[in-house]
């Protein structure tokens, strides 16, 4: 079993849905989150970040994460087809600079 | 401000042959990390680099894998011989040591296709 895990998808969603992404984890020792976001054939970019359990908003995502039950979740308001990508969450422990990945999940937004 | 930078893009090449990909991360970066990507996979560290040491290369393999950071700055990855199953994205990152998120910077990737 894999450190974190995360359903590959891809998940087709039409232009203006709540989208939910997730990825468990079982390492407890993690306590820096992040998702990470990939257009096709590009490197992966930072898009949220948090730090222990809680929730963080930036414009029409929300990051949260619930550390007793090791799971973490980013929610995409209003989507476009633009947010189409591979999202990757991210987890590294305290002191650690080095994040452990997911696979990645693909969205698909259509019009 | 430039971000960091990989060449080649794509290469193709036979198996046995010989590969080398380059890196120049973003100025000022002293923390560099060579990713490998599997379609359909995430990111998995092969090798981090502080300045000019490596400080993380237990997932490299080194039978075939080499990699050097000369001066601390740009940094080139070599497989020799390459094999199949090395086709692969291979990412380079950089961080910059002491920020509070730990972002790292992905260059655009170097794709390899091992026929």
């Known amino acids: 079993q894999k450190e974190v895990e995360q359903d590959p998808g891809p998940l087709s969603v039409p232009e203006g849905a709540i989208v939910s992404l997730n990825c468990t984890y079982s390492?407890?020792?993690?306590?820096?989150f992040m998702w990470y976001r990939q257009y096709s054939r590009k490197g992966p970019e930072l898009l949220m970040y948090?730090?222990?359990?809680g929730n963080k908003e930036d414009g029409r995502f929300t990051a949260q994460v619930d550390k007793s039950s090791k799971y973490i979740s980013l929610f995409i308001r209003d989507s476009q087809p633009s947010d189409s990508a591979t999202y990757l969450c991210?987890?590294?422990?305290?002191?650690?600079?080095?994040?452990?990945f997911g696979r990645g999940t693909s969205l698909i937004v259509h019009p | 401000e430039a971000g960091v930078v990989q060449s080649p893009r794509y290469k193709i090449i036979e198996k046995k042959q010989p590969v080398a990909f380059w890196c120049n991360p973003i100025?000022?970066?002293?923390?560099l990390y060579w990713y490998l990507q599997n379609l359909g996979q995430g990111p998995e560290l092969l090798i981090r680099?502080?300045?000019?040491?490596?400080?993380?290369d237990s997932q490299l393999p080194k039978d075939r894998f080499s990699a050097e950071r000369l001066k601390g700055v740009d940094s080139t990855l070599k497989i020799q011989p390459a094999e199949l199953g090395d086709s692969a994205v291979y990412l380079c990152?950089?961080?910059?040591?002491?920020?509070?998120?730990?972002?790292?910077?992905f260059g655009e990737g170097s794709r390899l296709t091992v026929l």
């Open positions: 948090t730090y222990s359990s």
């Open positions: 390492n407890s020792a993690f306590q820096y």
């Open positions: 680099y502080e300045n000019e040491e490596a400080v993380d």
């Open positions: 991210a987890m590294r422990q305290g002191g650690s600079y080095i994040p452990t």
């Open positions: 990152a950089s961080s910059l040591a002491g920020a509070s998120t730990g972002e790292l910077f």
């Open positions: 100025s000022g970066h002293n923390t």
